[in-house]
């Protein structure tokens, strides 16, 4: 009896930490951190809605035990994904928390988009806060092509499903090339100069805060507004009529449409209106860094460059079938 | 009316309202030769010939609206808060006191966030702002009177109330519809149209003419209501005219443009320690003040090159030091 009280004990001495250290795994957010999460993740609470397309298409979403009302309240993703409707809301936004509601849910982690975000990211002070509650919080910053491939395969990894994240990848990054390959027949002294508006009036418009990533330039249009360092910010009519766009686009978000920029007497000079190139695309497809990208880049080529013969419905439609189980049901113009 | 030694102060201040938007045509982001500028001018006076030119298109349809515009909501501020700041003797009165400014950020905000194209930015702030002066004067009213103390206690409650609506709404609206909010909030003149000016240009402009045939009246009630009452004039319905016209004055302006701080508080003060407290000069100058002053604001962001701030920002931070420089030069104002 005693050899075997001996073996036991010896057992839990040499077995538990490491039963503890296989029970958990290390991870880099794309903020660079090292974040030592559970090796299995059965409960998350995700805030932002960029990721939580990417945890559907993962087939996590049942993992998923508190969101925020930002995703709630979108009028695209409860539609793809009706199991949102049914998820506790824990959040106003990616920043505005319930910590107590997090808490009482006893999330394994939790992901949002950090401080490093340009519009809304959850601070410092609050990360700390809850992971002090031993909650390990991922922050997921997407400003670039890369790094939404990078959060995916990262998502993939946290919810363990690899195999369904490359295949997303590789379906984002085939679109992708398709249109590449096809903009190689525009010469650059052919590129469209194009313009991005949002708000309340045309004069709210996106500046160069994204670089060569911003979705004009993926596009294969020259962005005017390439010198104004800020993502998005108001302008003269003026500086719009030097800039004088040959395509204008307009945010979903936006609070007027194609007709409302026809008949603004300040843009009639204007090339984009001369020509009748003013678009607003549908909320169906936007969404910058989400893994319906390239389906907004699709899009924006497919105006710039109606030569190309780019069918971005086929496209949409073939992303919406495969991966959210439903026909693209947005409007096809 | 004008005092002798007064009148170089009244030419300069005429002078300065001219000056300004005729030099306003020949600035802006688009580089425009003065010679252009003329030869556009003359062509549209002596010709019929619809010109489409670019350069045409920036003058008549951008920046000649803007300087009106911006004429406009100057004028209509400063006069409003002129009026207001006689009628209730109090130096510390502006447009805003009754709760305008916050009923109409919230019809503005709740607009942006949700109600979508169906109920446009105007008529919502336009309709709110009354709405919200409406809740003030009903609030204040006890026995059927309302007195000044609480005529402005129930203005803080009005905007308190609304602000708090206000809150609300940039609480949970989305980021990029948050943006559009602020800048509101902060008064902007980027997308003047001539359809602004004849949206708002009428009641601003009978609501100053309005308010400038009751200055004699105002200047009665500025010596009190028993002295106003012992000259015959009956105190409650001329107050209650002179909130009402100044209201609607403030609320066509602030619906187009947001709010617009600093200006209308000021101006008065300045006129006042130009020219003495005769409303019959305040009135006026504080017209032709508060306009020269918003356009050369405006000038100043719009000549800005690449992105625009707010001009309601430019008031409050140069108008908020300037104004304490006066207090203290003044030694606590020119209020009699």
């Known amino acids: 009896m005693r050899n075997i009280c001996l073996i036991i004990t010896l057992a839990i001495i040499f077995l538990y930490p490491n039963s503890l250290k296989a029970s958990y795994r290390t991870v880099i957010d794309t903020e660079g951190r090292t974040v030592k999460i559970p090796q299995r993740v059965e409960r998350a609470v995700v805030l932002s809605g960029t990721c939580i397309e990417t945890v559907y298409i993962l087939s996590a979403i049942d993992k998923v035990v508190g969101i925020s009302q930002g995703i709630r309240d979108s009028q695209l993703l409860p539609v793809l994904i009706p199991q949102l409707r049914k998820i506790p809301v824990v959040a106003q936004s990616t920043a505005a928390v319930n910590l107590e509601a997090i808490l009482a849910l006893k999330p394994d982690i939790l992901i949002t988009m950090g401080p490093e975000h340009t519009i809304v990211g959850m601070s410092n002070q ?13 922050l ?6 890369d790094e939404n491939y990078y959060s995916i395969e990262l998502l993939g990894k946290i ?3 690899e195999r369904k994240a490359q295949e997303l990848i590789q379906h984002m990054k085939r679109v992708f090339n398709e249109v590449q390959g096809k903009l190689k027949k525009i010469p650059p002294s052919k590129r469209v100069k194009a313009l991005y508006v949002s708000g309340n009036n045309p004069n709210f418009i996106a500046g160069g805060y ?8 993926l596009a294969g249009g020259i962005n005017v507004a390439s010198e104004i360092p800020q993502f998005m910010t108001t302008v003269s009519s003026e500086q719009i009529s030097i ?4 395509v204008i686009t307009i945010s979903a978000a936006a609070k007027y449409k194609p007709k409302d920029i026809y008949e603004n007497p300040h843009f009639k000079n204007i090339n984009a209106v001369k020509n009748k190139r003013v678009f607003k695309h549908p909320y169906h497809i936007a969404g910058l860094f989400t893994p319906r990208v390239p389906l907004l880049m699709a899009w924006h080529t497919s105006k710039f460059y109606p ?3 780019i069918d971005w419905v086929r496209i949409a439609d073939d992303f919406f079938r495969k991966f959210y189980g439903m026909p693209y049901y947005g409007p096809k113009e | 009316m004008v005092p002798k030694n007064k009148r170089l102060i009244v030419f300069i201040l005429c002078f300065l309202f001219i000056l300004t938007p005729a030099i306003s045509l020949f600035i802006g982001a688009y580089h425009l030769p003065p010679n252009v500028v003329l030869k556009i001018i003359a062509g549209k006076i002596f010709s019929n010939a619809p010109a489409s030119s670019i350069e045409n298109n920036i003058l008549f349809d951008i920046r000649i609206p803007r300087i009106l515009l911006a004429l406009l909501v100057g004028c209509a501020i400063s006069v409003a808060s002129a009026c207001f700041q006689a009628a209730f003797r109090n130096p510390l009165v502006s447009e805003y006191i009754l709760g305008l400014s916050s009923g109409a950020a919230f019809g503005a905000s709740l607009s942006m966030a949700f109600l979508g194209e169906r109920f446009p930015v105007q008529p919502m702030a336009f309709v709110f702002g009354i709405l919200a002066v409406s809740m003030t004067i009903s609030l204040s009213r006890v026995k059927g009177e309302s007195s000044v103390l609480s005529l402005v206690l129930s203005g803080l409650v009005t905007t308190a109330i609304f602000t708090a609506g206000n809150y609300i709404i940039r609480y949970i609206v989305e980021p990029e519809k948050l943006h559009g909010i602020v800048v509101w909030l902060m008064g902007s003149f980027t997308a003047a149209s001539w359809k602004d000016i004849a949206w708002s240009g009428p009641w601003i402009l009978c609501g100053t003419i309005l308010l400038f045939l009751l200055r004699w009246r105002l200047n009665a009630l500025s010596m009190g209501d028993e002295e106003a009452k012992a000259l015959g004039i009956n105190v409650g319905s001329l107050k209650l005219s002179l909130i009402v016209t100044a209201t609607l004055t403030t609320a066509a302006a602030v619906s187009v443009v947001g709010i617009i701080g600093w200006i209308g508080l000021m101006v008065p003060h300045i006129v ?5 407290s005769d409303n019959r000069l305040v009135l006026p100058l504080s017209a032709i003040l508060g ?19 707010p001009v309601g920002v430019l008031t409050t931070l140069f108008g908020a030091p300037f104004f304490a420089y006066l207090i203290r030069k003044t030694k606590g104002g020119a209020w009699e």
């Open chain 1, 140 to 145: 997921l910053n997407l400003k670039s092509l």
């Open chain 2, 272 to 276: 006042r320690m130009l020219i003495g």
């Open chain 1, 126 to 138: 609050t990360v700390e806060r809850i992971e002090g509650y031993g909650i390990p919080v991922i």
């Open chain 2, 291 to 309: 306009a020269t002053l918003l356009l050369a604001a405006d000038n100043a962001v719009r000549t800005a090159s690449g992105f625009e701030l």
């Open chain 1, 243 to 246: 800039w004088n766009p040959d």
């Open chain 1, 210 to 217: 994204w670089g060569d990533q911003d979705i004009r330039v």
């Open chain 1, 307 to 309: 030569e190309l013969g």
């Open chain 1, 159 to 161: 919810f363990q499903n």
